[in-house]
């Protein structure tokens, strides 16, 4: 599990900046593969949320359209050292990875 | 044995999680029906109930003048709105002008980095849900290689 999820939180004050990147092909359904000339699935995140200490922070519902690898950045308030940040993602097909880090 | 116990612990923790994560509860599945939708109009009213935004000067949106790949779009969107409850980024041209929608649960600073696949130039509308209703802003990207797949071919 949080083999495809890298996340990084800074901490200053109580505002956590958030950096998270996952490995994920974003696959949009119209792209031919090189070598068969065949349509590649389309195979996409589909939701991706974040949660401080088991309470959602942030939701990203995504599309085709998010870029394949997809990174976000932002930042949420009442964040303390020791507070745990999970990250979730689930796509298309109904696999899913998470991972959780410990702030501070 | 040792698999019903199991199952009776995850349907535990099932329970917990769903009685101690109110802020979990308040979020909406997958807007599937709006992703699906060819004309950006009616994925906003699919999303929202209405296409009608709102132009505001309090919304930074910044996006390259000129992207040369279009599958990877740098957006910067922050605003100074109170009260944001979402930021979607719609893509007119792309064939699924929806390209993301951000929920923003209380604490959570309204802004949001992250990178999208355009298929060619298009304006690139962001729009932000407040209490007091939807505003936007738009910023023109031009495309030199589509980020879609179809430019693969050629």
């Known amino acids: ?104 | 044995m040792r698999i019903r116990r199991t199952m009776i612990l995850e349907t535990g923790l099932a329970v917990l999680a769903l009685v101690g994560m109110p802020g979990m509860l308040r979020a909406a599945s997958w807007p599937k029906k709006a992703f699906e939708w060819a004309a950006a109009k009616d994925a906003l009213v699919s999303l929202y109930g209405t296409d009608t935004t709102s132009p505001s000067d309090r919304i930074e949106l910044s996006a390259p003048l000129v992207a040369e790949n279009g599958a990877i779009v740098p957006i910067s969107i922050q605003t100074t709105l109170e009260g944001v409850r979402s930021i979607s980024i719609v893509v007119e041209k792309n064939p699924r002008p929806l390209a993301a929608t951000f929920e923003f649960l209380e604490g959570t600073i309204p802004a949001i980095d992250c990178r999208i696949k355009m298929a060619e130039s298009s304006p690139v509308m962001v729009v932000v849900q407040t209490p007091a209703g939807l505003f936007s802003s738009v910023k023109k990207v031009t495309v030199t290689v589509g980020g879609c797949g179809q430019a693969h071919s050629g």
């Open chain 1, 1 to 104: 599990m949080g083999n495809t999820i890298k996340v990084k939180a800074k901490l200053k004050g109580d505002v956590a900046d958030v950096k998270c990147l996952v490995v994920h092909p974003m696959e949009t359904g119209a792209r031919h593969d090189p070598d068969s000339g065949e349509l590649v699935p389309r195979h996409h995140i589909t939701q991706l949320s974040f949660a401080l200490n088991g309470r959602s922070v942030l939701i990203a519902n995504c599309s085709t359209a998010v870029s394949k690898n997809p990174y976000f950045r932002f930042s949420f308030a009442g964040a303390a050292a020791g507070d745990r940040l999970s990250v979730t993602w689930e796509d298309i097909k109904g696999k899913s990875d998470s991972i959780e880090t410990i702030l501070g």
